[in-house]
């Protein structure tokens, strides 16, 4: 059996310390900054809100980040709880998650199949646009107010004028909706009406009013 780099698996495993090595180096790099990109200062009071939302609404899941405290707690949400779109939890399954561990048997980092997803830590949450587990929205702002996540959404671009800071993500058009909504609308047009692309669930911060999602957001750009 092959791996993906053209080795057996036998011979991917003996290059587990240099994986481990390149591991800690990514490890190491700085978490990104809001401030290397958007010198002007944020808004105090907006974070001092914020903060006290972020700690309400998702310190529970996704940690905390500030004080002695601070704290992350990897934590696996059922994909039922947080009724994000089930296809990658439902398909990774105990035979799925063996044929897994067969090809590259390593006791210490066995696959096993969760039902859910982690929620991940939030440090530069700016930076990784767009969200939730599939990439199915492309902003911050949509994220918090599910009515404002587009149906089929394609990105302007990659350049620094394509980031929108006010809604944290990345500028987007809206394509025409096709007759049939599981049509592909081409490569680089992502429609949440496909299979495994559904950017439904993750309601959390959907009863906000617009001043809180702003001061929430606000917090968020410190981390």
Not at 17 to 36: E, G, R
Not at 39 to 44: R, S, V
Not at 191 to 216: M, V
Request: charged letters at 20%; one cysteine or more.
């Amino acid at each position: 059996v092959q791996v993906g780099s053209g080795m057996a698996g036998d011979e991917g495993l003996a290059q587990d310390t240099i994986f481990q090595d390149v591991a800690h180096a990514l490890w190491s790099l700085p978490i990104p900054k809001w401030q290397d990109i958007r010198p002007e200062p944020l808004d105090a009071e907006q974070i001092d809100q914020g903060r006290d939302l972020f700690v309400d609404l998702c310190a529970d899941c996704h940690g905390t980040y500030e004080g002695p405290d601070a704290n992350y707690p990897s934590t696996v949400i059922s994909a039922a709880e947080v009724g994000t779109d089930p296809v990658r939890a439902d398909r990774l399954g105990p035979q799925e998650a063996d044929a897994i561990n067969t090809l590259m048997a390593d006791p210490n980092h066995p696959m096993t199949p969760t039902g859910g997803y982690l929620a991940p830590p939030l440090v530069g949450i700016w930076a990784t646009a767009p969200y939730l587990h599939n990439g199915s929205v492309p902003d911050l702002a949509a994220l918090l107010s599910p009515p404002q996540r587009p149906t089929l959404w394609q990105r302007q671009g990659s350049a620094p004028q394509d980031y929108d800071p006010v809604r944290v993500g990345w500028r987007y058009t809206t394509p025409a909706q096709p007759g049939d909504p599981n049509t592909v609308v081409g490569r680089t047009t992502y429609n949440t009406n496909l299979e495994g692309l559904s950017n439904a669930g993750h309601t959390y911060g959907a009863e906000l009013d617009d001043t809180q999602r702003a001061a929430l957001i606000e917090y968020l750009k410190t981390l």
